[in-house]
């Protein structure tokens, strides 16, 4: 019994060892629009997603939606990440997970521009303060090409991106480990929900 967990174990490992080559492309405008393909095991296993065109959908029903969201945001209560991102060490203990995991992705032709408000002048300049040397430093030497556009007038979130990019999920999966075992991880999270 404990060597069939020993050999499950191990090829769990060996399989989690093989890269995976995304291409992607996605845009995020009030309606989220997409594809994916996914080659693994060099090339034996390929597959394609794509998600439904924003366009198909009528005006009608892209209105209502967008009404439903703004009373859904003004009715319930969201985390406070800015509770959480004053906490210097859990900024600092994301900074690193995300440096980390943007190291062990290969990345290839990547285009990413996102624009960002929170509605609020003051906390959208609190949060560029801290994503705006971000991106420039996830540009730095790669093959990357990243523009963030704040807005300091609406509560605004859109992202066009797309690219080429390989991973281990071995790597990534341990990467998500360290962070979910940080204390000062938890800290930040529990900051946000008493702050919602």
Request: aromatic share 8%.
């Amino acid at each position: 019994m404990l060597t069939g967990l020993l050999i499950l174990l191990l090829l769990v490992v060996a399989l989690l060892a093989i890269p995976v080559t995304l291409t992607y492309w996605l845009s995020w405008k009030q309606t989220f629009s997409g594809g994916l393909k996914v080659r693994w095991a060099f090339g034996l296993v390929r597959v394609g997603v794509t998600s439904a065109d924003a366009q198909s959908r009528s005006v009608e029903q892209q209105a209502a939606q967008a009404k439903a969201g703004r009373s859904n945001r003004a009715s319930g209560t969201k985390p406070n990440v800015l509770a959480a991102m004053r906490r210097e060490s859990f900024r600092r203990r994301m900074l690193r997970f995300v440096t980390d995991v943007w190291s062990a992705i290969r990345k290839q032709n990547v285009n990413v521009l996102i624009r960002l408000g929170l509605g609020d002048p003051a906390e959208t300049g609190r949060l560029w303060a801290v994503i705006g040397p971000l991106a420039g430093f996830l540009t730095r030497g790669q093959d990357v090409r990243i523009a963030m556009v704040p807005d300091f007038v609406d509560s605004t979130f859109e992202l066009d991106s797309d690219g080429t990019l390989r991973v281990v999920p071995l790597q990534l999966t341990g990467l998500a480990l360290l962070l979910l075992l940080s204390p000062s991880f938890w800290h930040g999270i529990i900051a946000m929900r008493i702050n919602a």
